[in-house]
């Protein structure tokens, strides 16, 4: 590879040189061709003169330049000639000799005529393919050293808290730190000093960027933006410079914020016996921790970063004295959702009953990101159906499109495939309407969806959940083994592959009931899975601290789990076998149901109490 980018770099050069020499020999051949000014021998210049030819002329220190009474060659009055001796050119011409004139060559035509275009040039290498190189992220060695922060002035950030919703904990938490690069000599009045590292922790897209870029804009101060991976290059050394130069650039600054994005590609926890690209990270980290050492936060810089993987941070980085506090970001609640939809649809035109509060019920464990998302996607939905404004059949086209898939109309199903489809999707939505506890159904459709999806079965939360009994989980588990059961029980056992997400998914939760809840009285009250942090949702495929028989205790809870929620779905449709077979038929007719097209599915009293 390094060969073929040495002969590539030689070819650029061969073809570089190439076209600089056909340009100047083009510059000259246009120089001579449109030049209107004649060369003539002294001889006849003298001849012309005699004649009474020349109207006027202008003589220098060694050439006479002048314009003809008579055309000359091409058709040329003006005309230039070299001054020689004049006696001598008389005796000359009297022997019919023509009589011709040498320049002399001066220090200032040599520099005219090689050295001006040969610096030309080279501005034009330097400037043309060395802008090149350095967008393609090589440039020069005087260069591989400096930081690549992005630097926003107070005019250049344009965000304030207004603009961000659904994170006030986080927003109350920052306000200190505005507070402080407002005013530094009030806020420590007390002793009070403000930490020297704030690291904001979160899932991705909670919104951690922009409350840090908020809070430049709220307190009018110059904000250096840069992520974790561009201070690591293959080049040892390279990355301790940049942090260097990153804290010098912003002390010269200073008051300022230095906001490191995915603190954990530079601050993963350092390992022993690293070699290469390992130890060119830990010798970055090294000089961040010696940066943040000497780093004196009442110079007016705050140095913010943002990470959704704390847990494999270095412990020295996270120690008091460096970053002092952790601001938790995390996904919005309800009232939060509406707040952030409130600040999204500012950029839309929304039709007027459009009801956001209901828009956020729907929309429960979205971030902001997603929230933002959402909004584009309405947006384009009914642009898609011509309409003038974004209504709420648009919001619940794009929360399908998010959550379940692109429709694939181009993949069609046959007569018997959608009747097995139709009964597996209506046996979730009949035993998720006869438990109690369980979310509404809103939408039950036949139509293929996503990568695998051959039907789908919608249910949003109409309220944030914080805690789930064991009776819920259970219930739970139930609604995703209703479409198995429902084709047990319709096709004498004849199940299909169509349930393989939904056992997938039941197998998960019954495991995290007997490894992490201690939810199975067999198995004990302590947990064997591993810790995770929560928003990481990490799935959990392993168990940890368990003996080979206890392992096999679990496995035997989990299985049970399994069997008795197949029973009790199996029995709920049983007793709804009516619904069962209607829904069925018109979900085939339809395609779509919702809860108005087929109440039998709206919760019913039992589930409601």
């Given at each position: 590879?390094?060969?073929?980018?040495?002969?590539?770099?030689?070819?650029?050069?061969?073809?570089?040189?190439?076209?600089?020499?056909?340009?100047?020999?083009v510059?000259?051949?246009?120089?001579?061709?449109?030049?209107?000014?004649?060369?003539?021998?002294?001889?006849?210049?003298?001849?012309?003169?005699?004649?009474?030819?020349?109207?006027?002329?202008?003589?220098?220190?060694?050439?006479?330049?002048?314009?003809?009474?008579?055309?000359?060659?091409?058709?040329?009055?003006?005309?230039?000639?070299?001054?020689?001796?004049?006696?001598?050119?008389?005796?000359?011409?009297?022997?019919?000799?023509?009589?011709?004139?040498?320049?002399?060559?001066?220090?200032?035509?040599?520099?005219?005529?090689?050295?001006?275009?040969?610096?030309?040039?080279?501005?034009?290498?330097?400037?043309?393919?060395?802008?090149i190189?350095?967008?393609?992220?090589?440039?020069?060695?005087?260069?591989?050293?400096?930081?690549?922060?992005?630097?926003?002035?107070?005019?250049?950030?344009?965000?304030?808290?207004?603009?961000?919703?659904?994170?006030?904990?986080?927003?109350?938490?920052?306000?200190?730190?505005?507070?402080?690069?407002?005013?530094?000599?009030?806020?420590?009045?007390?002793?009070?000093?403000?930490?020297?590292?704030?690291?904001?922790?979160?899932?991705?897209?909670?919104?951690?960027?922009?409350?840090?870029?908020?809070?430049?804009?709220?307190?009018?101060?110059?904000?250096?933006?840069?992520?974790?991976?561009?201070?690591v290059?293959?080049?040892?050394?390279?990355?301790?410079?940049?942090?260097?130069?990153?804290f010098e650039q912003?002390?010269a600054a200073?008051?300022?914020?230095?906001?490191?994005?995915?603190?954990?590609?530079?601050?993963?926890?350092?390992?022993?016996?690293?070699?290469?690209?390992?130890?060119e990270?830990?010798?970055?980290?090294?000089?961040?921790?010696?940066?943040?050492?000497?780093?004196?936060?009442?110079?007016?810089?705050?140095?913010?970063a943002?990470?959704?993987?704390?847990?494999?941070?270095?412990?020295?980085?996270?120690?008091?004295?460096?970053?002092?506090?952790?601001?938790?970001?995390?996904?919005p609640d309800?009232?939060?959702r509406?707040?952030?939809?409130?600040?999204?649809v500012?950029?839309?035109?929304?039709?007027?009953?459009?009801?956001?509060?209901?828009?956020?019920?729907?929309?429960?464990?979205?971030?902001?990101?997603d929230?933002?998302?959402?909004?584009?996607?309405?947006?384009?939905?009914?642009?898609?159906?011509?309409?003038?404004?974004?209504?709420?059949?648009?919001?619940?086209?794009?929360?399908?499109?998010?959550?379940?898939?692109?429709?694939?109309?181009?993949?069609?199903?046959?007569?018997?495939?959608?009747?097995?489809?139709?009964?597996?999707?209506?046996?979730?939505?009949?035993?998720?309407?006869?438990?109690?506890?369980?979310?509404?159904?809103?939408?039950?459709?036949?139509?293929?969806?996503?990568?695998?999806a051959?039907?789908?079965?919608?249910?949003?939360?109409?309220?944030?959940?914080?805690?789930?009994?064991?009776?819920?989980?259970?219930?739970?588990?139930a609604?995703?083994m209703?479409?198995?059961?429902?084709?047990?029980l319709?096709?004498?056992?004849?199940?299909?592959?169509?349930?393989?997400?939904?056992?997938?998914r039941?197998?998960?939760?019954?495991?995290?009931?007997?490894?992490?809840?201690?939810?199975?009285?067999?198995?004990?009250?302590?947990?064997?899975?591993?810790?995770?942090?929560?928003?990481?949702?990490?799935?959990?495929d392993?168990?940890a601290?368990?003996?080979?028989?206890?392992?096999?205790?679990?496995?035997?809870?989990?299985?049970?789990?399994?069997?008795?929620?197949?029973?009790?779905?199996?029995?709920?449709?049983?007793?709804?076998?009516?619904?069962?077979?209607?829904?069925a038929?018109?979900?085939?007719?339809?395609?779509?149901?919702?809860?108005e097209?087929?109440?039998?599915?709206?919760?019913?009293?039992?589930?409601?109490?």
């Amino acid at each position: 590879m390094a060969k073929d980018s040495s002969s590539r770099k030689q070819n650029v050069v061969l073809w570089y040189l190439f076209i600089a020499g056909m340009t100047m020999l083009v510059v000259q051949w246009a120089m001579e061709k449109y030049n209107t000014v004649d060369t003539i021998p002294y001889s006849q210049f003298e001849q012309l003169v005699a004649r009474g030819a020349v109207s006027e002329v202008t003589i220098g220190k060694d050439t006479i330049e002048g314009k003809s009474k008579e055309k000359l060659t091409a058709d040329k009055t003006d005309f230039i000639t070299l001054r020689v001796d004049e006696a001598l050119a008389e005796k000359l011409t009297a022997k019919g000799i023509v009589v011709n004139g040498s320049p002399s060559n001066s220090f200032f035509m040599t520099l005219l005529s090689w050295i001006i275009p040969a610096a030309l040039f080279y501005l034009m290498w330097v400037f043309l393919f060395r802008g090149i190189a350095n967008r393609q992220g090589f440039g020069g060695l005087m260069s591989i050293g400096k930081s690549h922060a992005k630097v926003y002035v107070e005019t250049d950030t344009k965000v304030t808290f207004a603009d961000v919703a659904g994170v006030e904990e986080a927003k109350f938490e920052l306000q200190e730190v505005v507070s402080f690069l407002k005013d530094p000599q009030s806020f420590g009045r007390l002793g009070a000093r403000v930490p020297k590292g704030i690291l904001l922790v979160g899932p991705p897209g909670t919104g951690k960027t922009l409350l840090a870029r908020a809070v430049a804009g709220e307190a009018g101060v110059a904000f250096f933006s840069i992520s974790g991976s561009e201070f690591v290059e293959m080049f040892v050394g390279v990355g301790a410079a940049r942090v260097r130069d990153l804290f010098e650039q912003a002390r010269a600054a200073a008051p300022c914020i230095i906001f490191i994005d995915e603190l954990d590609a530079l601050g993963r926890s350092r390992s022993a016996g690293g070699l290469g690209g390992v130890d060119e990270k830990e010798q970055t980290l090294n000089q961040l921790l010696a940066e943040l050492d000497g780093f004196d936060p009442s110079a007016g810089v705050i140095l913010l970063a943002a990470t959704n993987r704390p847990e494999i941070l270095d412990p020295a980085l996270m120690r008091a004295g460096r970053f002092d506090r952790q601001v938790l970001v995390d996904r919005p609640d309800h009232a939060g959702r509406l707040a952030i939809l409130r600040v999204h649809v500012r950029r839309i035109t929304l039709e007027k009953d459009t009801d956001l509060d209901q828009i956020a019920g729907m929309t429960t464990g979205f971030t902001g990101a997603d929230l933002a998302n959402l909004i584009n996607e309405a947006a384009i939905a009914a642009t898609r159906r011509n309409a003038q404004a974004v209504g709420f059949t648009d919001f619940t086209v794009a929360i399908e499109r998010i959550v379940a898939g692109i429709e694939k109309k181009s993949r069609v199903l046959s007569k018997a495939e959608r009747r097995r489809v139709a009964y597996h999707e209506m046996g979730h939505a009949l035993v998720a309407a006869s438990l109690p506890g369980m979310d509404p159904v809103q939408k039950i459709s036949i139509i293929p969806r996503g990568v695998g999806a051959l039907g789908y079965t919608m249910q949003r939360p109409t309220e944030d959940r914080f805690l789930l009994s064991t009776s819920e989980l259970k219930n739970r588990i139930a609604v995703l083994m209703g479409g198995r059961a429902a084709e047990q029980l319709i096709f004498d056992g004849d199940v299909s592959t169509g349930a393989a997400d939904d056992l997938q998914r039941a197998t998960e939760v019954a495991i995290e009931m007997v490894t992490k809840y201690g939810m199975d009285p067999g198995v004990g009250q302590r947990t064997y899975a591993p810790h995770t942090p929560g928003f990481l949702a990490m799935p959990q495929d392993q168990v940890a601290g368990a003996a080979e028989a206890t392992g096999r205790e679990i496995d035997l809870a989990v299985r049970a789990l399994l069997e008795a929620a197949t029973d009790a779905a199996r029995a709920i449709l049983q007793s709804r076998h009516a619904d069962l077979d209607a829904g069925a038929a018109l979900l085939i007719e339809r395609e779509s149901l919702t809860a108005e097209d087929f109440p039998a599915i709206r919760p019913t009293a039992a589930a409601a109490d």
